[in-house]
């Protein structure tokens, strides 16, 4: 089955750090824009981060910009996102997307991030 | 305007046809496409429209997607009772250098 699989995600306390992962299964993340879109549950989408084809531009909503990082590993066939310095409002469930809002759009189920004491 | 409006909620009986708007600003609706999703609560959202009038392989015809000036529509005709879900529009932001998403639509079927 072609899918998205994010890991990762659980509960961490204010002002500390988790790595996100995606990895692709019957499907390339390498070569082509990946997006990390989160939501709050019950809540609407707001996008997050992007990396374009060879990772050479990488862009960050201004809310994460400065504590989150997005990159990819081609070899290993998997999409990253590196939160520090989490904040209360960074809790959201964190879907990965490959070729957001183009013809190939795909979804990962997601993964739930916690922050609190 | 660095947030894209829609209204909180639409409805219509089976057959009906349903419109959901999106008003956004000169640095995002105004000058580039826009793109519709669809989520079922609980589960991944789905895209219905990109590039502000196409539809991706496998999503229905009686989905449409319009666009004028900073606003754009969702035009479901033929409502259906599968339907009934969350509707939200994204778009890149200029200004911003990042991607809006509409404050969601929720879409009932009477």
């Known amino acids: 089955e072609v899918q998205l699989v994010e890991s990762g995600g659980g509960l961490v306390q204010p002002g500390g750090s988790l790595r996100l992962s995606c990895v692709g299964s019957?499907?390339?993340?390498?070569?082509?824009?990946m997006h990390w879109v989160r939501q709050v549950p019950g809540r609407g989408l707001v996008w997050v981060s992007r990396?374009?084809?060879?990772?050479?531009?990488?862009d960050h909503a201004d809310s994460v910009k400065g504590r989150f990082s997005i990159s990819r590993d081609d070899a290993r066939n998997t999409l990253y996102l590196q939160m520090n310095s989490l904040k209360a409002e960074d809790a959201a469930m964190y879907y990965c997307?490959?070729?957001?809002?183009?013809?190939?759009?795909?979804w990962g189920r997601g993964t739930l991030v916690t922050v609190s004491s | 305007q660095s947030v894209l409006t829609q209204p909180p909620s639409a409805s219509g009986t089976p057959g009906q046809r349903v419109t959901i708007s999106c008003a956004g600003g000169?640095?995002?609706?105004?000058?580039?496409?826009v793109n519709w999703y669809q989520q079922v609560p609980g589960t991944a959202p789905r895209l219905l429209i990109y590039?502000?009038?196409r539809r991706p392989s496998g999503v229905p015809d009686r989905f449409s997607g319009s666009k004028s000036g900073t606003s754009a529509s969702l035009d479901i005709g033929g409502l259906q009772s599968e339907d009934e879900a969350d509707y939200y529009c994204?778009?890149?932001?200029?200004?911003?250098?990042?991607?809006?998403f509409g404050t969601g639509t929720a879409v009932t079927v009477l």
């Open positions: 997307v490959r070729d957001f809002v183009g013809p190939e759009d795909l």
């Open positions: 019957g499907i390339s993340v390498s070569k082509i824009w």
């Open positions: 990396i374009n084809k060879d990772g050479s531009r990488r």
């Open positions: 000169s640095s995002n609706i105004g000058r580039d496409s």
């Open positions: 590039t502000t009038s």
């Open positions: 994204t778009a890149w932001d200029d200004s911003l250098q990042g991607y809006l």
